[in-house]
T-cell receptor, first 113, second 116 residues
């Protein structure tokens, strides 16, 4: 079993839809949670960075962490064709080493105009 | 603009040849990383360095080598010993605060290496 599981999709939605992207994890020590957006043939760019449980909102994006269920989500409101990309979740334990950063395999999202 | 520059964007090599991928950053970040990305898999850590002249193996270091002679530069050499080198290679950097490194990673735009 992978430490972080992410539905690979592909996921297609019409423009304006609310999108929900999810990751589950098995390591209860994870405390920092990130969502990255990766356009085709580009590097990932950081969208959201949260610590521990709760919600964080940034414009049309909301990140949600439920540590009791070991489940994180990224919601995209009023989705746009420019949101079409692969979304990667990542998480880490509090540590001085980068080894503890673990990525999901990514969900490919297409927003249709 | 500050950022991470990876070059070249595309690289083609014959099997048995070593090849070096360039990564330069002007973000003044202490830590730098190399990841490999394959279809359907998450990013896998090859090597990382938290300070000049020091680097550590990641999860899949076999067949790769790195150097960190300058803070800004972290080149990756894919050697002929790497059994499956064709992949998308990503360089990243982050701030190191005190003894902890919990800051997020900033990525370059990658180098796609094809070995035939």
């Amino acid at each position: 079993q992978k430490e972080v599981e992410q539905d690979p999709g592909p996921l297609s939605v019409p423009e304006g839809a609310i999108v929900s992207l999810n990751c589950t994890y098995s390591n209860s020590a994870f405390q920092y949670f990130m969502w990255y957006r990766q356009y085709s043939r580009k590097g990932p760019e950081l969208l959201m960075y949260t610590y521990s449980s709760g919600n964080k909102e940034d414009g049309r994006f909301t990140a949600q962490v439920d540590k009791s269920s070991k489940y994180i989500s990224l919601f995209i409101r009023d989705s746009q064709p420019s949101d079409s990309a692969t979304y990667l979740c990542a998480m880490r334990i509090p540590s001085g080493s980068a080894r503890q950063l673990t990525f999901g395999s990514g969900t490919q999202l297409t927003v249709l105009p | 603009d500050g950022g991470i520059t990876q070059s070249p964007k595309y690289l083609f090599r014959k099997e048995g040849q070593n090849v070096t991928l360039s990564c330069e950053q002007n973000l003044n970040h202490d830590a730098m990383y190399w990841y490999r990305q394959d279809p359907g898999q998450g990013l896998r850590l090859i090597y990382y360095s938290q300070i000049v002249n020091d680097f550590q193996k990641g999860d899949i270091a076999e067949g790769y080598s790195v150097s960190r002679e300058k803070k800004e530069s972290f080149p990756l050499t894919v050697t002929s010993a790497q059994k499956n080198p064709t992949a998308f290679y990503l360089c990243a950097s982050s701030i190191v605060t005190g003894r902890r490194n919990n800051s997020p990673l900033h990525f370059g735009n990658g180098t796609r290496l094809t070995v035939t």
